[in-house]
């Protein structure tokens, strides 16, 4: 055996083991390539597991032409473009000038200017992609924003339509509270809204995405059995651009399409008016109770859960595990309907934000909209009308101060004295 | 009487006729190398300031700024001008004073001190700070994020070699002098000592590597790949989790092992102490400001409401002051394990003045 000068035998211990690994981990990952746009992993898995699976090679074929239409149509993370949309003002969806101040890497020029602010504010959590799938997102509850379906939660405009950009805006500069978005009120308005425009991008991109995978499989598009040359004629090029078209329409038309909020009743948070929200929030037609609790902890039905992780068919196991392993997502978590008496409302607290949350709901996390009279319909209809809803706000805006030591329907425990 | 060989000629200076030594070694290699550390640890800080406002990139070119030589760079516009860039020219004008610093310490201790042990050391400082400065300059000119972690890797292995030298360098008591006079000094704290267990010295030394490898970690964390997978990042933490208790458990029990030793080594594992009790304590802070809080606290009623504020001064000041405090974590324990070395007798001929060493003419 070796021995040291001492004499004595030289053997690997821990402090050479901690010495070797100081040494070592520097040097490690020197080397990093160019980031690029992730594809969608898990709707290539869900698409197969509901229109049949492809061979390996299929899908590595498939895989690489979705790839190289998506970079042809939308470009990279470094060199973000979009094509001329005709009938569309891209521009003012995403602005080149704006993509470029978001895109790329972190740097800024001798004035500030910034570049690449969603890779320094964003991208960690959000990923590279917009897949919601950055690098901390297994740590944070709830999970970041999937961006690639287009839906996000808190917004003014009805069901599964897209957000205005006011409504990104006001998530942006106010963050969400009690959850791991920040709010960016530091950055300059410019620098915000760079980062809306390039939000949009990704959205707009994953959707299209995910609508080239769908038709894919339902054979309208082939890319199983497509070369590079056939891509790059000028049919190809057409059909996806007018599903740009087709997509980045919808986002511009939801500028209109903000709910409209009436004024609130005279007896808005009156006594009277919160004693009607109340009957309201456990009555059959607006239901609160159901998830939220009889006591709005939020203690209500907690087994559903929401549309993103519905895609992973997270009740059938054998399926997800197909996500799971491959890496495709992040283990599906439950829906948590909110603890109303925190007095904390993660789309915002003004009045006209619990509006927008009741009158359209939360659609990608299973809250619904609320259900509501048509316009000319009389007292006789059971349904909601503009007043109940403000009513519900109020009570909703009320629960925070309501004794919890006092429920409704309080039973005592304790025996009466004789 | 120790009885060690003199490891160079140099250290072996021989006793004039009457016992006396031509000259003592002089106290300014160790008061420049103090002034390297002095000035590198801020330099962490300011460079942890730069990471954390991701400012890497604020300035494009490099050595110079912005065309200028680095020295001439209009001091009226880098004060009033952006942020990133305040922080960043800073960071380089600090770099660089390090290094003229590192430079005049060679310089001195090549003048001033026969050993080859220190004038190695020397030597071995300034190659360490030019490639401290290479890898920050080309993680500018090729804007490489890993580049960037090394650079934040070998800032604080450059303090650690710093303070160990600091320790080497300085005399013991009662034979400082100037370089050219050979006065001698008196009233020193002396370093040497009778050799302590070998415990301590073991603690220390495998509490300094851990510290280390805490470090990389966090560095890991705060230059992760823009696109790496969930799994690196939670590898990481998780890793970067474990290690702490390590660390807290290594560095307390150096601590308190030091509690009853002489008041120099006593400060520095109370400060030790210290610093590792407010660490862990920093980085749950630099969690929540962050990424909020954890373990469904943030459903708890007194901090629901709570919301992060990107860039805001609190969440820059709480992260960069975590980087920092773990920079003199390492810093201290680097202290400590050399002073317990040097004490014990590790590399003896490099430490142990020769007066000290032959036949003891000196004593």
């Given at each position: 055996?070796?021995?040291?000068?001492?004499?004595?035998?030289?053997?690997?211990?821990?402090?050479?083991?901690?010495?070797?690994?100081?040494?070592?981990?520097?040097?490690?990952?020197?080397?990093?390539?160019?980031?690029?746009?992730?594809?969608?992993?898990?709707?290539?898995?869900?698409?197969?597991?509901?229109?049949?699976?492809?061979?390996?090679?299929?899908?590595?074929?498939?895989?690489?032409?979705?790839?190289?239409?998506?970079?042809?149509?939308?470009?990279?993370?470094?060199?973000?473009?979009?094509?001329?949309?005709?009938?569309?003002?891209?521009?003012?969806?995403?602005?080149?000038?704006?993509?470029?101040?978001?895109?790329?890497p972190?740097a800024?020029?001798?004035?500030?200017?910034?570049?690449g602010?969603?890779?320094?504010h964003?991208?960690?959590?959000?990923?590279?992609?917009?897949?919601?799938?950055?690098?901390?997102?297994?740590?944070?509850?709830?999970?970041?924003?999937?961006?690639?379906?287009?839906?996000?939660?808190?917004?003014?405009?009805?069901?599964?339509?897209?957000?205005?950009?006011?409504?990104?805006?006001?998530?942006?500069t106010?963050?969400?509270?009690?959850?791991?978005?920040?709010?960016?009120?530091?950055?300059?308005?410019?620098?915000?809204?760079?980062?809306?425009?390039?939000?949009?991008?990704?959205?707009?991109?994953?959707?299209?995405?995910?609508?080239?995978?769908?038709?894919?499989?339902?054979?309208?598009?082939?890319?199983?059995?497509?070369?590079?040359?056939?891509?790059?004629?000028?049919?190809?090029?057409?059909?996806?651009?007018?599903?740009?078209?087709?997509?980045?329409?919808?986002?511009?038309?939801?500028?209109?399409?903000?709910?409209?909020?009436?004024?609130?009743?005279?007896?808005?948070?009156?006594?009277?008016?919160?004693?009607?929200?109340r009957?309201?929030?456990?009555?059959?037609?607006?239901?609160?109770?159901?998830?939220?609790?009889?006591?709005?902890l939020?203690?209500?039905?907690?087994?559903?859960?929401?549309?993103?992780?519905?895609?992973?068919?997270?009740?059938?196991?054998?399926?997800?595990?197909?996500?799971?392993?491959?890496?495709?997502?992040?283990?599906?978590?439950?829906?948590?309907?909110?603890?109303?008496?925190?007095?904390?409302?993660?789309?915002?607290?003004?009045?006209?934000?619990?509006?927008?949350?009741?009158?359209?709901?939360?659609?990608?996390?299973?809250?619904?909209?609320?259900?509501?009279?048509?316009?000319?319909?009389?007292?006789?209809?059971?349904?909601?009308?503009?007043?109940?809803?403000?009513?519900?706000?109020?009570?909703?805006?009320?629960?925070?101060?309501d004794?919890?030591?006092?429920?409704?329907?309080?039973?005592?425990?304790?025996?009466?004295?004789p | 009487?120790?009885?060690?060989?003199?490891?160079?000629?140099?250290?072996?200076?021989?006793?004039?006729?009457?016992?006396?030594?031509?000259?003592?070694?002089?106290?300014?290699?160790?008061?420049?190398?103090a002034?390297?550390?002095?000035?590198?640890?801020?330099?962490?800080?300011?460079?942890?300031?730069?990471?954390?406002?991701?400012?890497?990139?604020?300035?494009?070119?490099?050595?110079?700024?912005?065309g200028?030589?680095?020295?001439?760079?209009?001091?009226?516009?880098?004060?009033?001008?952006?942020?990133?860039?305040?922080?960043?020219?800073?960071?380089?004008?600090?770099?660089?004073?390090?290094?003229?610093?590192?430079?005049?310490?060679?310089?001195?201790?090549?003048?001033?001190?026969?050993?080859?042990?220190?004038?190695?050391?020397?030597?071995?400082?300034?190659?360490?700070?030019?490639?401290?400065?290479?890898?920050?300059?080309?993680?500018?000119?090729?804007?490489?994020r890993a580049?960037?972690?090394?650079?934040?890797?070998?800032?604080?292995?450059?303090?650690?070699?710093?303070?160990?030298?600091?320790v080497?360098?300085?005399?013991?008591?009662?034979?400082?002098?100037?370089?050219?006079?050979?006065?001698?000094?008196?009233g020193?704290?002396?370093?040497?000592?009778?050799?302590?267990?070998?415990?301590?010295?073991?603690?220390?030394?495998?509490?300094?590597?851990?510290?280390?490898?805490?470090?990389?970690?966090?560095?890991?964390?705060?230059?992760?790949?823009v696109?790496?997978?969930?799994?690196?990042?939670?590898?990481?933490?998780?890793?970067?989790?474990?290690?702490?208790?390590v660390?807290?458990?290594?560095?307390?029990?150096?601590?308190?092992s030091?509690?009853?030793?002489?008041?120099?080594?006593?400060?520095?594992?109370?400060?030790?102490?210290?610093?590792?009790?407010?660490?862990?304590?920093?980085?749950?802070?630099?969690?929540?400001?962050?990424?909020?809080?954890?373990?469904?606290l943030?459903?708890?009623?007194?901090?629901a409401?709570?919301?992060?504020?990107?860039?805001?001064?609190?969440?820059?000041?709480?992260?960069?002051?975590?980087?920092?405090?773990?920079?003199?974590?390492?810093?201290?324990?680097?202290?400590?394990?050399?002073?317990?070395?040097?004490?014990?007798?590790?590399?003896?001929?490099?430490?142990?003045?020769?007066?000290?060493?032959?036949?003891g003419?000196?004593?």
């Amino acid at each position: 055996m070796k021995q040291d000068k001492a004499g004595r035998p030289f053997r690997i211990g821990p402090t050479w083991i901690a010495a070797i690994a100081c040494l070592a981990a520097p040097g490690c990952g020197l080397v990093a390539p160019e980031p690029r746009f992730r594809t969608n992993e898990a709707y290539l898995i869900n698409q197969e597991i509901k229109q049949g699976d492809l061979e390996q090679s299929d899908r590595t074929v498939l895989r690489r032409n979705l790839k190289n239409l998506m970079v042809a149509a939308f470009g990279t993370p470094n060199e973000p473009h979009v094509p001329e949309l005709e009938g569309i003002d891209a521009k003012q969806l995403f602005d080149p000038a704006k993509l470029a101040i978001a895109a790329g890497p972190v740097a800024s020029d001798r004035f500030g200017a910034p570049k690449g602010l969603y890779r320094e504010h964003c991208a960690h959590c959000h990923g590279i992609t917009g897949d919601g799938n950055g690098s901390t997102a297994a740590f944070l509850n709830p999970y970041p924003r999937d961006y690639r379906r287009g839906l996000f939660k808190f917004k003014s405009t009805p069901g599964a339509e897209p957000p205005t950009h006011d409504d990104l805006l006001r998530v942006m500069t106010n963050g969400v509270p009690g959850t791991a978005m920040p709010s960016f009120r530091l950055l300059n308005g410019d620098e915000i809204d760079a980062l809306i425009h390039y939000v949009r991008y990704l959205a707009i991109r994953g959707q299209v995405e995910r609508a080239l995978i769908e038709y894919s499989f339902q054979g309208e598009l082939d890319l199983v059995e497509a070369t590079r040359e056939t891509l790059s004629e000028p049919e190809s090029a057409a059909f996806v651009k007018s599903e740009i078209v087709a997509v980045a329409t919808r986002w511009r038309q939801t500028e209109t399409l903000a709910t409209t909020v009436p004024s609130p009743p005279a007896d808005f948070e009156s006594a009277a008016s919160i004693e009607r929200g109340r009957s309201l929030f456990f009555g059959p037609i607006a239901s609160c109770v159901k998830c939220h609790g009889e006591t709005a902890l939020g203690d209500g039905t907690t087994t559903d859960y929401d549309e993103w992780a519905k895609e992973l068919m997270p009740n059938e196991p054998d399926k997800l595990a197909r996500f799971l392993d491959r890496g495709a997502a992040l283990e599906p978590r439950t829906i948590r309907p909110r603890n109303l008496r925190l007095n904390v409302f993660r789309g915002g607290r003004r009045p006209v934000d619990l509006y927008w949350r009741l009158h359209n709901g939360i659609l990608a996390s299973g809250m619904p909209a609320a259900s509501m009279r048509s316009d000319g319909a009389g007292d006789d209809d059971p349904r909601l009308a503009p007043d109940d809803l403000w009513h519900l706000v109020a009570y909703v805006r009320s629960l925070p101060y309501d004794a919890l030591s006092s429920p409704r329907d309080a039973v005592s425990y304790q025996r009466e004295r004789p | 009487m120790i009885e060690t060989r003199p490891r160079s000629r140099a250290d072996a200076i021989p006793p004039q006729g009457d016992g006396s030594w031509p000259r003592s070694r002089s106290a300014w290699p160790a008061r420049l190398s103090a002034c390297v550390v002095a000035a590198t640890f801020p330099l962490i800080w300011v460079g942890g300031l730069v990471t954390t406002y991701d400012a890497g990139m604020a300035v494009e070119d490099w050595p110079g700024t912005y065309g200028y030589n680095l020295f001439l760079y209009p001091w009226t516009t880098w004060w009033a001008g952006p942020f990133d860039l305040f922080i960043e020219h800073g960071h380089r004008l600090l770099g660089a004073l390090v290094g003229v610093l590192t430079i005049g310490l060679a310089a001195v201790t090549f003048a001033c001190d026969p050993r080859a042990s220190a004038r190695g050391a020397a030597v071995g400082a300034l190659v360490l700070v030019c490639l401290q400065g290479g890898l920050g300059g080309l993680r500018v000119l090729l804007d490489a994020r890993a580049l960037a972690m090394a650079h934040g890797c070998v800032g604080p292995a450059f303090l650690a070699y710093a303070v160990a030298m600091s320790v080497h360098l300085v005399p013991s008591r009662a034979r400082t002098g100037s370089c050219e006079s050979g006065r001698s000094g008196a009233g020193r704290v002396p370093l040497t000592g009778p050799a302590p267990e070998r415990a301590p010295l073991k603690t220390a030394a495998l509490a300094t590597a851990f510290v280390y490898l805490q470090l990389i970690l966090g560095a890991y964390i705060r230059h992760i790949p823009v696109d790496a997978s969930v799994n690196a990042f939670r590898f990481a933490v998780l890793f970067h989790l474990a290690l702490a208790v390590v660390v807290f458990a290594y560095a307390l029990a150096l601590a308190w092992s030091l509690r009853r030793a002489r008041s120099g080594l006593r400060l520095l594992a109370a400060s030790l102490g210290a610093a590792t009790v407010a660490q862990p304590g920093l980085g749950a802070a630099v969690w929540v400001v962050k990424y909020g809080w954890p373990f469904g606290l943030s459903e708890t009623y007194a901090i629901a409401g709570s919301t992060i504020v990107a860039n805001s001064f609190w969440q820059a000041m709480t992260v960069t002051a975590h980087v920092a405090i773990g920079s003199a974590i390492l810093g201290i324990s680097t202290a400590i394990t050399a002073v317990l070395a040097r004490r014990s007798g590790w590399g003896a001929a490099a430490v142990v003045e020769p007066w000290t060493v032959v036949g003891g003419a000196a004593r």
